[in-house]
């Protein structure tokens, strides 16, 4: 059984920054696109980036397209969120999100549909 698990979050001042991972067990990842997804309070969860198999293809939420940079290793076990200039808009609890898919799969639409959650990890830019 696959479990993702995340870490990283915290609290951080308005402009500072934080590097969330996730780190996948139970099986190797590499077919699958990653990607992390948040939920503020009283608010549904909504995509945040996402991240193909091979990992040459990124796509982003317009909220924080060139504030937020996606990763992942090669192993196949582990993808990663840098989030720069963070506001108290960024304040949530972000998940990790991984799907099968095929190698041509557009990454725009590769977490339409998720396999596997993690269990959320907090965000909180105070204001």
């Known amino acids: 059984q696959v479990r993702l698990v995340e870490s990283g979050g915290g609290m951080v001042q308005a402009g500072g920054s934080l590097k969330l991972s996730c780190v996948a067990s139970?099986?190797?990842?590499?077919?699958?696109?990653m990607g992390w997804f948040r939920q503020a309070p009283g608010q549904e969860r909504e995509f945040v980036a996402a991240i193909s198999r091979g990992g040459g293809s990124t796509h982003y939420a317009d909220s924080v397209k060139g504030r937020f940079i996606i990763s992942r290793d090669s192993d196949g076990y582990t993808v990663s969120l840098q989030m720069n200039g963070l506001t108290p808009e960024d304040t949530a609890v972000y998940y990790c999100?991984?799907?099968?898919?095929?190698?041509?799969?557009?990454?725009?639409?590769?977490?339409?549909?998720?396999?596997?959650w993690g269990q959320g990890t907090q965000v909180t830019v105070p204001s």
């Open positions: 139970g099986r190797n990842l590499k077919d699958h696109a």
């Open positions: 999100a991984a799907r099968r898919t095929i190698l041509t799969y557009p990454i725009s639409r590769a977490l339409d549909s998720v396999d596997y």
